[in-house]
């Protein structure tokens, strides 16, 4: 299959957009492509679908933003939910998936990946990267192949990527990395940064950076992660406090909490994005409020890991943007992700109404590509980026409310499988539920993780 040229424009049976008292959504809307793939005009209540213009039944929705993806993890869902365990011990199997990876089996599985992405209304992927080098820590000859590959492999998709190279330099606090984790370091933050500086934006892929997290990244070392950032005036984020072994750690070695310790390194603000955030003292969620630093949720994956329910409505509260990722792929569909942060904060105050559908809408696409130095994204509106996403009001889980009441019906009923049409920059990705550049997904999928089997 091939995507044609960008149309003009798509007139679309409702859409979720804009408006001085927060948005709405309005019927029979036209939007108009213009150069560069943006949107060029939006005009509610156009009448019917003119000749020309490609009609999109449904929801029309800004496309969504996965803001924290590692792809090769897309490799374990089905074979970790045996028997019991931690973290930890789900570590040690995504190693063994770690190592089976080279440039073309990653690329290879990354593009099936960002397909079934595309598949569930995601137009941009944040893509936490830190698989470098060959196994043992070897060097291809270009040192940045694996980046590279899944460059390549989103543009395959047909998706955008901020790839966020990470800084990942021991295994703990003063310990030496181990063999799996060889192929992550590149000894230092200087000749981190010095990798880092080859990569190069593309017309669908911004550069980014990552500091893994406080126990991977030598406190003296921090900085120079963050001022390479600052210095690019690139996204940079960070796992913080996933786990309470993590907090011990630092504070046995630091004598501060995980976030206190990034603060006085200069890593928060509002270009940096801390991902789960699970974990915190009521300081940590000060200095977080305090530096407008954003705050990446992956509920599926912490709910999968038995991470637990991080303080999200308290840090929105207090003034950090909250954006979504699928993380490790246990599920891959960003209305999962949206409905959790309301219905996980249900479970621990056992009250509801915690987030409007509007709220969470945002989290998942304005919110989540400004975290992916894409703010120019994640609005139906003229001069904005033409990405969104068409989710059918007529599906066995969407079909009955009325349709001023989308936007909760998408947020709290629709799934994945309900996404119907995909637009990236002007380009119908999906269309009618079929991806338009990789046509068996299902089998690029099973093909591209079989090969990697240990």
Known sequence: MRVETPYPSYWAEHAWLPHTGGPVVERDVLITVGP???????????????????RLNGLLLPGQANAHSHAFHRALRGNVQVGSGTFWTWRDTMYRFAGALDPDSYLALATAVYAEMALAGITNVGEFHYLHHAPGGGRYSDPNAMGHALIEAAGRAGIRITLLDTCYLSAGFGAEVTKPQLRFSDGDADAWAERVSELKPTEHARIGAAIHSVRAVPAEQLSTVAHWAAMAKAPLHV???????????????HGVTPTRLLADHGVLGPRTSAVHATHLTDEDIRLLSDSSTNICMCPTTERDLADGIGPARQLANSGCPITLGSDSH??????????????????????????????????????????????????????SLA????????????????????????????????????????????????????????????????????
């Open 36 to 54: 560069g793939g943006t949107i060029a005009d939006v005009t509610p209540d156009s009448g019917p679908c003119p000749a020309g213009a490609v």
């Open 239 to 253: 796992h913080l406090s996933e786990q309470t072994a993590e907090n011990d750690a630092c504070l046995t070695a």
């Open 330 to 383: 246990a599920v891959i569909d960003p209305f999962e992700e949206t409905r959790a942060l309301e219905l996980d904060e249900r479970l621990r105050t056992r009250t509801r109404g915690h987030w409007t559908a509007n709220a969470l809408l945002r989290a998942g696409a304005e919110d989540g590509h400004a975290s992916l130095g894409l703010p120019e994204a994640g609005r139906i509106e003229a001069g």
């Open 387 to 454: 990405d969104f996403t068409v989710v059918a009001l007529d599906s066995v889980r969407t079909a009955g409310p009325r349709p001023a009441l989308g936007a909760e019906t998408a947020v709290f009923a629709a799934s994945a499988a309900d996404v119907r049409h995909v637009v990236v920059g002007g380009r119908h990705i999906v269309r009618d539920g079929t991806h338009q550049l990789v046509p068996d997904v299902p089998k690029a999928l099973r093909d591209s993780i079989t090969a990697l089997q240990y």
